[in-house]
């Protein structure tokens, strides 16, 4: 894979996927802070400092580099409103393949923007960074992320039920492939 060290955005017909910055912490919070979003995802902590402070930590990395997430903030073209948040990570310990990962605003669901949002990242993760495979992680209750990965063309891999210390979470995983890409 090549890590993307002159990443500026991306756009697609309706939206602009650029870096996130401190100043969307605020908006950024709000969403994830939303007992509805939460539940479905894996953030410790939601509260504004705490999303300032995981947003400064990504500035330096390279999208495609390793090292962890690369969080990008998903605004309408037309009014520049944030919607939302999608991140990319190569996985380190598995050469070629690239995480993707997305968190909608709830008041902007349902109008078609995280589908578009990752199906530019899937696009970029091969085009750009040269992923073999494209993985997306969702708990296995979250019907609308689901159905998410499906209309970006991601295949249905597994459920599965992962354990931590303290917390156990079902979960499903979807891929595409670099040679299963040119049917979607």
């Known amino acids: 894979m090549r890590p993307d060290r002159d990443f500026v955005e991306l756009h697609t017909d309706r939206l602009r996927l650029r870096r996130s910055a401190v100043d969307d912490a605020p908006a950024i919070s709000a969403?994830?802070?939303?007992?509805?979003?939460?539940?479905?995802?894996?953030?410790?902590?939601?509260?504004?400092?705490?999303?300032?402070a995981e947003i400064a930590e990504m500035q330096n990395r390279a999208p495609g580099g390793g090292?962890?997430?690369?969080?990008?903030?998903?605004?309408?073209?037309?009014?520049g409103a944030l919607v939302g948040d999608v991140?990319?990570?190569?996985?380190?310990?598995?050469?070629?393949?690239?995480?993707?990962?997305y968190t909608i605003d709830p008041a902007a669901q349902g109008r078609g923007y995280a589908t578009e949002a990752v199906r530019a990242l899937?696009?970029?993760?091969?085009?750009?960074?040269?992923a073999d495979v494209v993985r997306m992680h969702a708990s296995a209750n979250n019907v609308a992320s689901i159905r998410v990965a499906e209309k970006a063309g991601l295949r249905f891999v597994e459920r599965r039920v992962y354990r931590d210390e303290d917390e156990v979470w079902f979960g499903v995983r979807y891929e595409l492939h670099r040679a299963e890409r040119s049917a979607v």
């Open 122 to 130: 899937v696009a970029y993760a091969f085009d750009t960074l040269g």
């Open 31 to 52: 969403y994830r802070s939303d007992p509805e979003v939460h539940r479905f995802q894996g953030w410790e902590r939601t509260d504004v400092e705490a999303v300032r």
């Open 67 to 79: 090292g962890g997430w690369v969080q990008l903030t998903v605004e309408r073209c037309d009014t």
């Open 87 to 101: 991140g990319v990570a190569a996985v380190d310990e598995e050469p070629g393949v690239v995480k993707v990962g």
